[in-house]
């Protein structure tokens, strides 16, 4: 599976932004998807997954209420639609195509990542 990610940018606090990742290769809707994220000096940490049929979905408690993951099997996309965005949100926003866990090691395919600042 390739992945690409999109829909990364600078945007104010209280803003939103939706991010998508775009999937080829293998059959898209065999995969549980996630997205994570990465600041500056610190680990990549788990965001929010979506189960292969879109059915369960899973948060992060600080993103909860303010984050929602969805999947098109049509368009073979997943998005993340960021609300209410904070500066403690800025980071490399991954997604990831594997079991559906919190878990990196769970995921076997990886995007490339794109940058989301939140400043004013």
């Known amino acids: 599976v390739q992945l690409q990610a999109s829909g990364g940018g600078l945007v104010q606090p209280g803003g939103s932004l939706r991010l998508s990742c775009a999937a080829s290769?293998?059959?898209?809707?065999?995969?549980?998807m996630g997205w994570f994220r990465q600041a500056p000096g610190k680990e990549r940490e788990f965001v929010a997954a979506?189960?292969?049929?879109?059915?369960?979905?899973a948060y992060k408690d600080s993103v909860k209420g303010r984050f929602t993951i969805s999947r098109d099997s049509a368009k073979n996309t997943v998005y993340l639609q960021m609300n209410s965005l904070k500066p403690e949100d800025t980071a490399v926003y991954y997604c990831?195509?594997?079991?559906?866990?919190?878990?990196?090691?769970?995921?076997?395919?990886w995007g490339q990542g794109t940058q989301v600042t939140v400043s004013s």
């Open positions: 990831a195509a594997g079991l559906g866990s919190k878990f990196k090691h769970d995921y076997d395919y």
């Open positions: 290769g293998r059959t898209f809707s065999n995969y549980a």
């Open positions: 979506i189960s292969w049929s879109g059915g369960e979905t």
